[in-house]
Antibody, heavy 118, light 107 residues
């Protein structure tokens, strides 16, 4: 069974940093593309970042470009999101989501809440 | 970025109704469109990909159609378990973008 478990969400002050993790199991992590998707409270879904299976190809949403960094450790079956210069508008539940063979987001984690507030 | 517009934003329907949700793209996305269902407090669940391909394990009452800029999600006979929010998403080109969502409520 595919499992994605996010962690690292917390309350952080504006301008602060946070690192999210996503632990994957139940599939060959190194063979799959991975993403971060977020959802602000009571709002819709927003794709945040993509990383190819090898880590060589990366994409970011304009709203986080230059502030967030996606990475992965295929040996540890883990995906990460380093978030710097956090703003109030980054407050959201952050999900990691798997992509398979051009099928986007076929499996999701349960999400981790990031709250940016003073 | 490609903008995705869903209609309606809210839909009131009864069990057994046929329900259709529309998603329009601001430019052609070929068949690079997916549909998701989300229930309160839960992660979204993939229903349809490549505009009309049913994800494994998803009931056959769900179907998708369209290409280019106009797409539809149809639920042939609404069940209690289907009351939720539905999102379309384009993955033809980055940045991948979602529609604003359609909430399906009990009439």
């Amino acid at each position: 069974e595919v499992q994605l478990v996010e962690s690292g969400g917390d309350l952080v002050q504006p301008g602060g940093s946070l690192r999210l993790s996503c632990a994957a199991s139940g599939f060959t992590f190194s063979s799959y593309e991975m993403n971060w998707v977020r959802q602000a409270p009571g709002k819709g879904l927003e794709w945040v970042s993509y990383m190819s299976s090898s880590g060589r190809t990366i994409h970011y949403a304009d709203s986080v470009k230059g502030r967030f960094t996606i990475s992965r450790d295929n040996a540890e079956n883990s995906l990460y999101l380093q978030m710097n210069s956090l703003r109030a508008e980054d407050t959201a539940v952050y999900y990691c989501a798997r992509t398979r063979a051009m099928v986007p987001f076929d499996n999701w984690g349960q999400g981790t809440l990031v709250t940016v507030s003073s | 970025d490609i903008q995705m517009t869903q209609s309606p934003s809210t839909l009131s329907a009864s069990v057994g109704d046929r329900v259709t949700i529309t998603c329009r793209a601001s430019q052609s996305i070929s068949s690079g469109l997916a549909w998701y269902q989300q229930k309160p407090g839960k992660a979204p669940n993939l229903l349809i990909y490549k505009a009309s391909s049913l994800e494994s394990g998803v009931p056959s009452r769900f179907s998708g159609s369209g290409s280019g800029t106009e797409f539809t999600l149809t639920i042939s006979s609404l069940q209690f378990d289907d009351f939720a929010t539905y999102y379309c998403q384009q993955y033809n080109s980055y940045s991948w973008t979602f529609g604003q969502g359609t909430k399906v409520e009990i009439k």
